[in-house]
């Protein structure tokens, strides 16, 4: 818990900035997918060069890997490089209102369902607890009114879907499955309404 506080604080205050500068500064989607584009390949070049060039790696190695995860550590991208890849994607993909929600979801829905669950968490689902899936929930429908022109319906479905596939025990990062899909939920619902 004491390495997990440190990244999902860090987690809180990176993962937020997106949504939050996209949705309230008003930037154009395309504008904010060009952004969020060349941040990508910006961290994933950083990334892949974390283990093939010493001073990256030392620089890492100094202010980053007690953060890290065993799987970053031993070279895979990092939570950092699949966020903007995620985020890029989700932009591209959906509405203003539905990609900040999914992308909102993923970072608060998933940060408290982790602190949540390994502090409190009693009743095992897979690798993971009902306690912290009700607490991402929660969190998720109480982050949902930040994005008031969104129906309600819409919301709910975005945030247990985000939920239900935090929940689920798929190799795919949290960064990168939780907007997307919830993302596609809330597209799908709002083709529906």
Not at 59 to 71: A, C, E, G, K, L
């Amino acid at each position: 818990m004491r390495q997990e506080l440190p990244r999902k604080a860090l987690h809180l205050a990176t993962n937020s900035v997106i949504p939050i500068v996209y949705y309230f500064m008003d930037i154009p989607q395309i504008i904010m997918s060009e952004l969020l584009g060349l941040a990508a390949i910006i961290f994933v070049i950083i990334d892949l060069g974390r283990t093939r060039n010493i001073w990256i790696s030392k620089i890492f190695q100094r202010f980053f890997n007690r953060m890290m995860r065993s799987h970053e550590l031993d070279g895979k991208l990092t939570g950092a490089s699949y966020l903007l890849i995620g985020s890029f994607i989700t932009v591209i993909l959906f509405p203003k209102g539905i990609a900040v929600l999914a992308l909102l979801f993923a970072t608060f829905g998933d940060t408290f369902a982790a602190l949540i669950g390994k502090k409190f968490g009693r009743i095992k689902i897979g690798s993971k607890t009902l306690e912290g899936f009700l607490a991402g929930l929660v969190v998720c429908l109480f982050i949902s009114y930040l994005v008031p022109d969104v129906p309600n319906i819409i919301k709910y479905f975005g945030a247990f879907s985000a939920m239900f596939i935090e929940l689920m025990p798929i190799r795919i990062d949290d960064n990168l499955r939780i907007p997307l899909f919830s993302g596609l939920v809330m597209d799908i619902v709002k083709f529906f309404m």
